[in-house]
Nanobody, 124 residues
């Protein structure tokens, strides 16, 4: 089992930055690819970003590419999502997820463990 706890969400104005954190505990963190997903009210959960076990490769949804940066610290069992130039359409609950595997993954069914989510609200 892997337990994931997100933090760092909040209410911010458009254009500012926010950093989400996800703390992992349980099994060996470095054995898991990590991902961030989000779900806005009335919408399906969507992929945001993912990172391989070593942190050597990352991938982003087109909607956040160039604005968001995913990173991880395997020594601290942490994964981060740095969000810059936030827009109202970034408003959602953001979820951290862990996937067993050697690649990175963009589909939610590939993930084995999920956090409870953290709310990000961006006002215009």
């Amino acid at each position: 089992q892997v337990q994931l706890v997100e933090s760092g969400g909040g209410l911010v104005q458009a254009g500012v930055s926010l950093r989400l954190s996800c703390a992992a505990s349980g099994r060996t963190f470095s054995n898991y690819a990590m991902g961030w997903f989000r779900q806005a009210p009335g919408k399906k959960r969507e992929f945001v970003s993912t990172i391989t076990r070593s942190g050597g490769s990352t991938y982003y949804a087109d909607s956040v590419k160039g604005r968001f940066t995913i990173s991880r610290d395997n020594a601290k069992n942490m994964v981060y999502l740095e969000m810059n130039s936030l827009k109202p359409e970034d408003t959602a609950v953001y979820y951290c997820a862990a996937a067993r595997g050697v690649y990175y993954y963009t589909v939610d069914r590939d993930y084995d463990y999920w956090g409870q989510g953290t709310q990000v609200t961006v006002s215009s």
